[in-house]
């Protein structure tokens, strides 16, 4: 039921990343941020819910970590990798921040997987 809404997102993150690196677009690469903000905020909202629910032996919040976070985190690592090599030759002001937001999303989205996956032990 979810595969079309996955599909759609991933041709759209891929689209933009595509056209913000290659065609050197920054206005793709602050969109292609714009799109992971919502999931960044879904997987903190997430996190959230698992490690207040830690104390039950039953911790059902934890399934939102473990199938929306987990991946989320890994599609937006995988993106930024892709990212980063492919800013690899641009020096301007865009490249750069496009680097140090890409950079702050897997730093928080790494954090929040950690976090979840201690509540959920």
């Keep these: 039921m979810l595969y079309p809404l ?14 913000g690196s290659v065609a050197r677009k920054p206005a793709a690469l602050y969109a292609l941020k714009c799109v992971w903000l919502p999931g960044l905020v879904l997987a903190a909202y997430l996190t959230l819910g698992a490690w207040q629910d830690r104390s039950y032996s039953e911790n059902w ?5 473990l199938f929306f976070v987990l991946p989320f985190t890994f ?3 995988l ?6 090599v492919l800013l690899r030759g641009q020096h301007n002001s865009h490249a750069k921040a496009a680097r140090i937001i890409t950079t702050v999303f897997v730093a928080a989205l790494l954090a929040l997987s950690i976090v979840g996956m201690l509540s959920a032990r």
Excluded: K, N, R, S
């Design 79 to 84: 993106e930024g990798v892709l990212e980063f």
């Design 75 to 77: 599609l937006v690592l």
């Design 6 to 19: 996955v599909a759609a997102f991933l041709l759209l993150t891929v689209a933009l990343l595509i056209v």
């Design 61 to 65: 919040a934890a399934f939102g970590v």
